[in-house]
Structures are given as C-alpha cells and as structure tokens.
C-alpha cells in the first residue's frame, strides 16, 4: 500500500509589462507577496547591479513578504515579461496580460534622477532629453492600451498610484489572477508602504516614494516649462500645461498623476 502521496500544481502564467521606473519592482514585491512567484533562468537573475538594490530595502520585509497563511495551498504563477524583455510592449496571447502604469512627468522625473545619480547615463537635463522620453512613454501605453483593448477581461490594467493608495488596488489584482493569496493584501500593503519598504539613509534605485518630488526641483520646472504641450489623457492624466498649472496654483498633491500620486 502506498504511503507517500506526491500533490503538484500547474503553473498558471501572467504577461506583464510596464515603463521604466514606473513602479516595477514595487510591483513585484508585491506579487512575492501575494502569491508564489516562480522565475525561469535569464540573463538579468544575477546581474550584480540588480542584486545590489535589494540593500536599499528593509530585510525584515522581505522576510515578511516570504511567508504564507498555512491554510493557502502552493500555487505557482510565473511572470511572463510582455516581449522579450521587462520594459517590452505586451502582445496579444491567450494569457492575462497585466500592464503598470504611472503618471507621466513623475515617471520621467524619476527615470532621470536615476540615471544621473546611480547610472550616469545623464549629465545635463535639456528639453530635447525630456520630449523623447514623452514620446517614447507615449507610444509604450497607447500600445499597451490597443493590446489590453484586445485582450478584454484577460487584461487589466494598474496604475501605481492605486497601488500605494491602498490595498484595494492588490484585492483587484488578486481577482484578476485568480489565485488565492498567500498572505492578505492588507498586511502585504502595509509591509510596502514606502517608509517601511526602505532602508533609512542615502539611497540611489529606491528613491523618496513621492510623485511632487519633481515639484521642488527648479531646473527640472524651467525645463519641463519648455517642453511643448503633450497631453496623455488617453492613459487618464493630463498634459504638461495642466501639471505645471499645478504647481503654480500649489496643487502639489495632485502634481505626479491623476489626482496624483507617484514616486521619485
């Protein structure tokens, strides 16, 4: 008679995609908190920059973010980067597709703190630099949008405002998935919000945590002041007249997105 019993589970797939620094690696931790994430090998799994971040972050939350209700039985999900790559547009498939999405001048605001002052792809700010990467961030959504307009109930977008607002935004993510969660969207919430998430100190990768950020930054007004006019209100923001019109009127708590919150 039989003794041992051997119980397995399908891996059930997620396509993903999102711009740079628009929240990524926040929205990854909290995929590793709510469910058991599985990774094939890749070429990025041990670049030494990549590892290096994590010493930016609290290890007492990523330990957290580790365990699991005993009740919860193991069901792997495995992220599937939308091309080739983490920052690849989305194609249309028969999985779920899960597309990130930030407010625009915050986005780009962090992209270029962090290029500065960790990677130095950049030594002066200039309006040309800014114009592209509207552009670029333009058409990355308004692809993204057409894919998740195709890809009906089977995508969903998430903005990372609503992910740092609070956990209602990981209640639907979980729906979407269709997984029960290992641990509860409101303590994986709360292991992330940005104060706890951190080490204290100088940081390069995992900046303040603030969308306005950009607000204070008298180089980078004078220059986004002379970016033409671009409106992204077919991603739900707004233009960069109406987010510089803002911070004139000290609207900064909605400067970095819809109403807005962002981070730098």
Not at 47 to 54: C, F, I, L, T
Not at 73 to 87: D, E, T, V, W
Not at 91 to 108: E, H, W
Not at 201 to 213: H, I, K, V
Request: charged residues 20%.
């Amino acid at each position: 008679m039989r003794t041992t019993y051997h119980f397995g589970s399908l891996i059930k797939e997620l396509d993903y995609a999102g711009y740079p620094r628009t929240g990524g690696h926040f929205l990854n931790y909290c995929l590793a908190g709510l469910f058991d994430i599985v990774t094939p090998p890749h070429r990025h799994l041990n670049n030494a920059e990549a590892v290096e971040r994590q010493s930016e972050l609290n290890p007492d939350v990523l330990y957290a973010l580790d365990l699991r209700d005993s009740a919860v039985p193991f069901q792997p999900l495995q992220l599937n980067p939308g091309g080739r790559a983490s920052h690849d547009v989305p194609t249309v498939s028969g999985r779920a597709t899960l597309v990130l999405i930030r407010g625009p001048i915050a986005t780009a605001y962090s992209r270029y703190r962090v290029e500065r002052d960790r990677w130095g792809g950049i030594t002066e700010l200039t309006v040309d630099w800014l114009r592209e990467e509207f552009t670029r961030f333009s058409a990355f959504y308004n692809t993204c949008l057409d894919v998740l307009e195709q890809q009906g109930e089977r995508g969903l977008l998430v903005r990372w405002e609503d992910l740092v607002a609070g956990p209602e935004a990981m209640e639907r993510l979980v729906a979407f998935v269709g997984l029960a969660p290992k641990l509860k969207c409101s303590f994986v919430w709360s292991m992330l919000r940005f104060g706890n998430f951190v080490r204290p100190g100088a940081r390069t990768f995992y900046r303040s945590g603030n969308s306005a950020a950009w607000t204070g930054d008298a180089r980078w007004l004078d220059t986004l002041s002379a970016v033409p006019d671009i409106s992204f209100e077919r991603l739900g923001y707004g233009t960069i007249g109406g987010y510089l019109a803002s911070v004139e009127s000290d609207e900064t708590v909605s400067a970095g997105g819809p109403l807005v919150a962002g981070g730098s």
